[in-house]
């Protein structure tokens, strides 16, 4: 009987088939939001590129924004962050409620309050359809579907399986969060994904997609364009001035249209600053054109209602993603291993091999990314033959702003095949100030991989070399990478750059 017991339970966790779940709803609810978001957005830059702006995105990839794909593999990045987050807390509570407090009612209710405090919460500064029906549809499913799959407690010898199988993810947890500072991304992303070709593909699927769901949840201040129109100003030197100023920040008069992010509407001596049919902000046209960019943000901070929406999507690819992909990495293993062990042997063995994983990863990484290098050593660490301390020598010369080209190894870095050592040998050509490094790091804008190609228009920006203009300009319009076109935008708004109606 003891052997039927062991044998008879499910070769696939419960935890992976109610995470599993829960991704999927998140999946087909972000394609969704991100897909009305594209649509959104082209129907903005439609009205933009009517009025004669320049577009970003431009010509080529504006098409895209009306195709499922990308709001398919957009949408990936709310099913990776919230969806990975309520998932994992949903599952969580039906764990506590079963085993914990035996279903008790009061509990429960508990967490329906919880719950529903969640969503309030995360209407608080105006209702966002698309964000609540997460917290709408994730937890009651994934919740329903755990308390469903959930087998039996294993008896009286529970707690000392459950610490088996807890101490390797505690262990990663904490070795993991102990790393997490400002470089954390920068380095994980040069360490551990573009010094592989698997690495250097998901880095390049991310850049390529990331975009379109950033814009499903941007504050109007985070928006690179926004739109606006203007109505009842009287008197034409104040329209012109006003427009002016908004064309400063980025907004652009597109004509009457009510879905603009703006309209600025003159009420007797008051200007009346409207977002989506709401009055959000009244100035007279005095205190507006003496402080615009005050006016501006706060009008953007009061019509922002997506903050706390991005508060969990960030805190959920934080903390939510990486448990997740180590309970379902867990699963497979465990599955694998069922072919030829017992359940519980299998389940031991997969624990082992999440942490030596979770180990080998991160031995490395701290390796690589704890370079501390002297600047009297900066020649020699130049011309290693380590692509890591070279890195890392590039970073110490950016960070001190010293001049790149006075060092030997100069030349050779240009032809680098590491695109980490072109990324930072790109900001670090962004602080140089000698004339001859113009043209070098102009080349960039060539460089076959898009990080590298957005540090290059980011260094140009940088340098305040208005010859630079034009050749961003002529890059933007021929690109077709999303990323480096916002790039850019940002270097040619350094530069004093300002749009015009070109027609």
Same mark, same amino acid.
């Given at each position: ?327 379902? =990495?867990?699963?497979?293993? @465990? #599955? +694998? ?5 017992? $359940? !519980?042997?299998?389940?031991?063995? %997969? ?55 006075? =060092?030997?190894?100069?030349? @050779? #870095? +240009? ?5 980490? $050592? !072109?990324?930072?040998?790109?900001? %670090? ?62 270097? +040619? ?11």
């Amino acid at each position: 009987m003891r052997k039927h017991s062991v044998h008879s339970e499910n070769r696939f966790p419960y935890t992976a088939k109610a995470l599993l779940l829960g991704l999927l709803v998140a999946q087909i609810i972000a394609t969704i939001q991100v897909y009305l978001s594209n649509l959104d957005l082209y129907r903005s830059l439609s009205a933009i590129q009517a009025a004669g702006y320049l577009t970003i995105p431009n010509k080529r990839i504006m098409p895209n924004l009306q195709d499922f794909g990308p709001a398919f593999f957009g949408g990936l990045f709310f099913t990776f962050s919230l969806g990975a987050g309520l998932s994992l807390l949903s599952l969580a509570a039906a764990w506590v409620w079963h085993r914990l407090f035996s279903r008790s009612r009061s509990v429960l209710i508990v967490l329906l309050l919880i719950w529903l405090g969640s969503v309030v919460l995360l209407n608080i500064r105006g209702f966002s359809f698309g964000a609540t029906c997460y917290f709408f549809a994730i937890p009651p499913v994934v919740f329903l579907a755990a308390l469903r799959w959930m087998p039996q407690p294993p008896g009286q010898r529970m707690w000392v399986r459950g610490m088996v199988h807890t101490i390797p993810v505690v262990v990663l947890a904490l070795l993991w969060t102990s790393q997490i500072d400002s470089r954390f991304f920068v380095d994980f992303r040069d360490v551990l994904l573009l010094s592989n070709p698997v690495g250097t593909k998901i880095n390049d699927f991310y850049y390529d997609y990331t975009l379109f769901p950033a814009e499903v949840f941007k504050s109007l201040e985070q928006k690179l364009l926004k739109t606006c129109t203007l109505q009842n100003l009287e008197k034409e030197p104040l329209l012109t001035r006003v427009e002016r100023e908004l064309l400063n920040y980025d907004y652009l008069p597109v004509g009457t249209n009510d879905a603009v992010d703006l309209k600025v509407v003159q009420n007797g001596k008051m200007l009346a600053f409207n977002h989506r049919k709401r009055t959000i902000l009244q100035t007279t046209p005095a205190d507006f054109l003496s402080h615009p960019g005050a006016a501006l943000h706060k009008f953007a901070a009061k019509s922002d209602k997506q903050g706390v929406f991005r508060l969990l999507t960030f805190r959920s690819l934080l903390i939510g993603l990486p448990f997740v992909l180590y309970l379902l =990495f867990h699963a497979l293993i @465990r #599955l +694998l291993c069922c072919f030829f062990l017992d $359940v !519980r042997t299998s389940s031991l063995i %997969a624990s082992v091999l999440c942490l030596i994983v979770g180990l080998c990863i991160l031995i490395p990484f701290l390796y690589m990314r704890g370079t501390d290098i002297e600047l009297k050593d900066i020649p020699q660490t130049l011309a290693s033959e380590s692509w890591q301390q070279r890195v890392a020598a590039l970073r110490i010369i950016e960070q001190k702003g010293l001049e790149i080209s006075s =060092f030997q190894p100069y030349p @050779r #870095l +240009l032809k680098s095949p590491h695109i980490a $050592v !072109r990324y930072w040998l790109v900001r %670090a050509l962004a602080v140089s100030r000698r004339p001859q490094t113009y043209r070098d790091l102009l080349a960039f804008l060539d460089d076959p991989h898009p990080n590298v190609v957005s540090m290059a228009f980011y260094g140009l920006g940088q340098r305040g070399d208005w010859r630079a203009v034009s050749e961003i300009l002529t890059k933007i319009k021929t690109s077709d990478h999303w990323y480096n076109q916002w790039y850019g935008y940002k270097a +040619l708004r350094a530069l004093g750059w300002k749009q015009k109606k070109s027609q």
